[in-house]
């Protein structure tokens, strides 16, 4: 990854993760950090064979694989973030559908940044994210299990797990070296 991906990588997931609310307003809004992993996707490298790193600086929308397959996933949950921040309402089918689009949007996004990783030369922290990506997956779908059952007990040890991943989210992205972005 580059030190702008990464960058912007960590700052989408502190937003996501961290909420401090003024009254009613989240001044760390979701819909942001959804846009700030959007950008993150800006830029696709490969490593050349002379090990030189060479950017293929296309829009992402001209790309093909998993970045083209996330950004109407990312949109739809961006703007369902972006209402939620002005019009504060429950819908139970929305939130369902919320719910499984975030664990597509993340899972996919997980493994857009293992394949980046590991492009840059990073084996053993791609490994690393490798089990947050099934980690996540997991916290993700007990979250959503307990929501629809109302295991109230599971939540409250669901939250003390999430603040544990959040925690090792962070400490991994930064351990991850960005590359040269010489093109």
Known sequence: MT???????????VLLYININLGRWDILPDFLGIFLLYLSLGEKYRVADSGTVS??????????GAEKRLIPFLSILGLD?????????????????????????????FGILVERIEAGGQPDVADRFRKLRIAYVVLWAVEIISEVLSLDWILLA???????FAIV???????????????
């Open 55 to 64: 950017m293929d600086r296309q829009p992402v929308l001209r790309k093909g």
């Open 158 to 164: 669901l939250v003390f797990a999430l603040i544990a």
């Open 169 to 183: 989210l962070f400490v991994q992205l930064g351990a991850v070296k960005p590359i040269s972005e010489t093109a």
């Open 3 to 13: 030190k702008r991906e990464l960058t912007l990588a960590k700052w989408g997931f």
């Open 81 to 109: 973030y972006l209402v939620h921040w002005f019009i504060s309402f429950t819908f139970a089918l929305e939130i369902l559908i919320v719910y499984v689009v975030r664990l597509y949007v993340m899972y996919t996004y």
